[in-house]
């Protein structure tokens, strides 16, 4: 248990490839950039020297790079696989969200009301109300407990 | 379209019955619920059907009666996914025909048989939901076979005594390599093949005798082996599920009881023990309760005008085939010659084989009379016993192709005609 407390992009690897020279064009300082991109608060375009100036293109293809699974995720920074998914249901009846919405789902029942945060529909995970999802903006709890349980992987938590 | 709710999956043998289910034109086309497993089989229903290999049904049925009267030891096989009474009927058939009966637990799943023969305590699967504090996985990955077990009845669900499920349960999984049932375990033991029955002795030692040593061969510290201790301690309930990974070890048949008496010395010492076999396929649990609960064994029993004959090596399916013994073979829902050693499937060929069956397999192709039949749980109804030992009642939910007949049928007509 507790796999994967840590964060898989942290805020330190961000900051280490932006230009650290604090300009504040941006709005901010080039630590608390790092954070908000993380948090996909603000953008990479919004630091304007990394894309202008040819130094930092190198560090820019990295951060693209690096930041790509995190674009790809869903607002709740989950990135969920539904080919890979099996069906199993421990990510389903573990979501203390799911359980709070529909009682039915403590008890090992499948949910089948729109309520939930996700069920499981012909064998695969179906998110049917993301922003239900502790992990939503703006109010983001750091649960991770889908992920933990997930037997085939079909669910990661970028950040 | 309609939907129908509370059905019965017939994906595995622990036949979760919250299932919901959308049909449309005679065809499943959402589910609520189902594993991949169970999808699998209630949703994609088999293309490639077998057909009649003679006129009709009723021409089948009688060359097959044909067949197994005029043999003089017929090898009754099959039935892992049969109905309760389909398995009555062929072990009175088997009886009849002085053949010998036999099914997929004396090949591959001897953990149910052997749990039977030793006679453990079994416990709903609800009992434990509400109340089971200390699980532990024995040679079983819940990822491969068993996909809900710990999202249905074990492990995640909140109980009457457990109320936060999960956090509220402490899981033991043991097992030869990486299983994914150890993600979501406190403690886990991995072992080699071979030194299972030490392990059974050191489990004993530490659970019973309370001692404390750290175990370099399974890689567990003195302080895990304190913390395993501390968590059994604290435990009442403690339910074990034992899977079939556990037939690679030759001495299989020690280390159950090794199991079972370590099983046994837990419930001596005042907690609630118990023992469940994972069957894998829907009924294997029923093609072992029910020849047992009427004549004491399992498997691989031989009739011989009114007498039985049980001695695995010599008696089971395999033994007979190896040996020649069989001259006939009447296969009900299993496709043997796919998963039999090639030496002994291919003795198969030799020897008329009755095929009943719902899909073209390997089998299907060397047999003589091929019956094609319903599905069991989506086409026809039926009983069937659960892994935990419930007898479950299927309900169908599908209209079958016409001239189409269900396997308890097509074999109750047979056992009239001989």
């Known amino acids: 248990m507790g796999r994967g407390a840590m964060p898989k992009i942290n805020p330190m690897q961000i900051f280490k490839l932006l230009p650290r020279t604090n300009c504040k064009i941006c709005g901010y300082t080039c630590m608390a950039f790092a954070v908000k991109l993380l948090q996909r608060e603000v953008k990479l375009e919004d630091c304007k020297p990394l894309f202008t100036e040819k130094k930092y293109a190198e560090n820019l293809r990295k951060l693209q790079e690096l930041l790509k699974p995190l674009f790809e995720a869903a607002e709740t920074l989950i990135k969920i696989d539904e080919e890979k998914c099996i069906g199993c249901g421990n990510c389903i009846i573990a979501c203390p969200a799911n359980v709070s919405i529909d009682p039915q789902v403590g008890k090992g029942i499948n949910p089948i009301n729109d309520e939930v945060v996700f069920t499981i529909v012909d064998g695969r995970i179906k998110v049917l109300n993301i922003e239900k999802c502790r992990r939503y903006p703006p109010h983001r709890m750091n649960c991770r407990i889908c992920e933990e349980v997930c037997f085939s992987k079909a669910i990661e938590v970028i950040a | 379209m309609k939907q129908l709710s509370n059905i019965t999956c017939t994906g595995c043998s622990l036949a979760c019955n919250d299932l919901v289910i959308e049909i449309e034109k005679n065809k499943v086309v959402k589910i609520w619920g189902s594993c991949s497993h169970g999808t699998k089989r209630l949703k994609e229903l088999p293309e490639n059907r077998v057909k009649c290999s003679e006129k009709d049904t009723d021409n089948a049925i009688e060359k097959a009666i044909e067949i197994l009267s005029s043999a003089r030891k017929p090898l009754i096989y099959g039935f892992n996914l049969s109905t309760n009474k389909s398995i009555e009927i062929g072990l009175e058939i088997a009886s009849k025909v002085n053949g010998v009966f036999d099914s997929e637990p004396s090949i591959c799943q001897l953990h149910i048989p052997i749990a039977k023969e030793f006679k453990i305590k079994n416990l709903r699967f609800e ?292």
């Open chain 2, 127 to 418: 009992e434990i939901l509400e109340k089971s504090d200390f699980i532990i996985y024995l040679f079983v990955n819940l990822a491969d076979t068993h996909l809900r077990h710990a999202s249905k009845y074990a492990v995640f669900p909140r109980g009457e005594y457990v109320k936060s499920g999960r956090e509220s349960r402490i899981v033991l999984s043991i097992g030869y390599r990486d299983y994914e049932t150890m993600k979501i375990s406190q403690h886990n033991i991995k072992v080699n093949i071979g030194n299972e029955l030490e392990l059974v002795e050191k489990l004993k030692n530490l659970f019973i005798n309370e001692k404390v040593e750290e175990l370099k061969k399974f890689n567990l510290s003195a302080e895990a082996s304190m913390l395993l201790l501390n968590d059994y301690r604290s435990s009442t309930f403690i339910s074990s599920f034992i899977g079939s990974h556990i037939l690679v070890n030759i001495m299989a048949n020690q280390v159950y009881r090794g199991i079972v008496s370590l099983i046994k010395e837990i419930e001596n010492s005042g907690k609630i023990s118990t023992l469940i076999p994972l069957a894998e396929e829907l009924n294997s649990m029923g093609a072992a309760i029910i020849p047992y609960n009427k004549y004491g064994f399992t498997h691989a029993i031989e009739f011989s005008d009114g007498n039985i004959n049980y001695n695995p090596s010599i008696t089971s399916g395999i033994a007979k085939l190896m040996r020649d013994e069989v001259d006939a073979a009447l296969i009900v829902g299993s496709d043997p010659f796919t998963h039999l050693p090639l030496s002994i499937a291919s003795k198969l060929k030799k020897i008329p084989v009755i095929y009943i069956g719902v899909r073209e397999t390997l089998t299907s192709k060397i047999s003589r009379v091929a019956i094609p039949t319903t599905i069991t749980g989506v086409e026809s109804g039926g009983k069937i016993y659960r892994t935990d030992g419930v007898e479950v009642e299927l309900t169908p939910f599908l209209e079958p192709p016409s001239e189409v007949m269900n396997e308890e049928d097509i074999l109750s007509k047979i056992l009239r005609g001989l």
